[in-house]
């Protein structure tokens, strides 16, 4: 089985992320196929797996039906040949490239604005293009979907032993620690480690060489935690258990509710990883 992931997704690492959580659940249900994923050009300064295949996403030539299909996004999927492609909420730029391909269409959703699936006027919206459409969120959609627990990166028994980062940083045992940890915007990790004073401070920036990857691993040593209320950072800190520690801000973004998470969210209990569950399901078949 081949199995493609796909995004459009150019603000902030968590798309990413989301791709490396569902490549590692794979791995664990004991997936033996091939998997590989396809992203926008990035600029972060992370060590990126191999199985990423970075492409140009333009969308003057993806809204045409003919020119979409000559695309060099197109031609790099139809030479991977997936049986699987998951759309990873960005279902515009594959109106015209995924008709093409001879493989199921899994459109994974979080919360969006409900007009994410208006679409522009060359797109319509419909939810009979996809052979299943699984919502990771707690969230609503306007038609029948499944859902599914959060997509998270790790498992609590996958993460950093205790005192790890602060072996990591040459930090004794009882200084207050405080993570300041930001994968969005450049220059937003500046602005929120501006606001703390106290302890010993670390912050973890995507945009830095020095940033934890992936650095819901590292967090269990944190006395403190300051981030954005971003999709991953948010649930990561549900299932590792993290939460109580933690303090997000609700930053601006297009299509991503940050203050719906903070302000409806925080009575949520996660049962399981929403990655193994994803997992499970593609090898269910």
């Given at each position: 089985m081949r199995i493609a992931f796909f995004t459009a997704g150019s603000i902030g690492l968590g798309h990413v992320i989301k791709d490396i959580a569902i490549r590692r659940a794979l791995d664990r249900a004991g997936f033996r196929g091939e998997y590989r994923s396809f992203h926008p050009p990035l600029s972060f300064q992370v060590p990126l797996p191999d199985h990423i295949t970075q492409v140009p996403i333009r969308m003057e030539e993806l809204k045409h039906p003919m020119l979409a299909r000559e695309s060099l996004l197109a031609r790099e999927l139809e030479a991977f040949r997936p049986d699987v492609l998951l759309i990873e909420l960005f279902w515009v730029p594959m109106i015209w490239v995924a008709p093409w391909l001879d493989a199921?269409?899994?459109?994974?959703?979080?919360?969006?604005?409900?007009?994410?699936?208006?679409?522009?006027?060359f797109a319509t919206f419909q939810p009979s293009n996809y052979d299943r459409i699984l919502v990771h969120e707690p969230c609503e959609v306007p038609f029948d979907a499944e859902h599914i627990d959060p997509i998270v990166v790790a498992n609590p028994d996958e993460c950093q032993p205790p005192g790890a980062l602060r072996r990591r940083l040459g930090l004794d045992d009882v200084t207050p620690l405080t993570v300041v940890m930001q994968a969005g915007l450049e220059?937003?990790?500046a602005k929120l480690r501006a606001h703390v004073s106290e302890g010993h401070v670390m912050t973890s920036d995507a945009f830095s060489s020095s940033h934890l990857f992936p650095a819901a691993e590292w967090l269990g040593d944190a006395d403190h935690l300051l981030t954005a209320a971003g999709y991953g950072a948010y649930w990561e800190s549900k299932w590792l258990g993290y939460f109580d520690r933690t303090h997000f801000v609700a930053l601006p973004r297009p299509i991503d509710d940050q203050q719906w998470r903070v302000d409806v969210c925080r009575d949520v209990h996660m049962k399981c990883n929403g990655a193994d569950q994803?997992?499970?399901?593609?090898l269910a078949g």
């Amino acid at each position: 089985m081949r199995i493609a992931f796909f995004t459009a997704g150019s603000i902030g690492l968590g798309h990413v992320i989301k791709d490396i959580a569902i490549r590692r659940a794979l791995d664990r249900a004991g997936f033996r196929g091939e998997y590989r994923s396809f992203h926008p050009p990035l600029s972060f300064q992370v060590p990126l797996p191999d199985h990423i295949t970075q492409v140009p996403i333009r969308m003057e030539e993806l809204k045409h039906p003919m020119l979409a299909r000559e695309s060099l996004l197109a031609r790099e999927l139809e030479a991977f040949r997936p049986d699987v492609l998951l759309i990873e909420l960005f279902w515009v730029p594959m109106i015209w490239v995924a008709p093409w391909l001879d493989a199921e269409q899994w459109l994974l959703l979080r919360k969006t604005p409900m007009r994410w699936y208006e679409g522009p006027s060359f797109a319509t919206f419909q939810p009979s293009n996809y052979d299943r459409i699984l919502v990771h969120e707690p969230c609503e959609v306007p038609f029948d979907a499944e859902h599914i627990d959060p997509i998270v990166v790790a498992n609590p028994d996958e993460c950093q032993p205790p005192g790890a980062l602060r072996r990591r940083l040459g930090l004794d045992d009882v200084t207050p620690l405080t993570v300041v940890m930001q994968a969005g915007l450049e220059g937003e990790a500046a602005k929120l480690r501006a606001h703390v004073s106290e302890g010993h401070v670390m912050t973890s920036d995507a945009f830095s060489s020095s940033h934890l990857f992936p650095a819901a691993e590292w967090l269990g040593d944190a006395d403190h935690l300051l981030t954005a209320a971003g999709y991953g950072a948010y649930w990561e800190s549900k299932w590792l258990g993290y939460f109580d520690r933690t303090h997000f801000v609700a930053l601006p973004r297009p299509i991503d509710d940050q203050q719906w998470r903070v302000d409806v969210c925080r009575d949520v209990h996660m049962k399981c990883n929403g990655a193994d569950q994803l997992a499970r399901s593609l090898l269910a078949g």
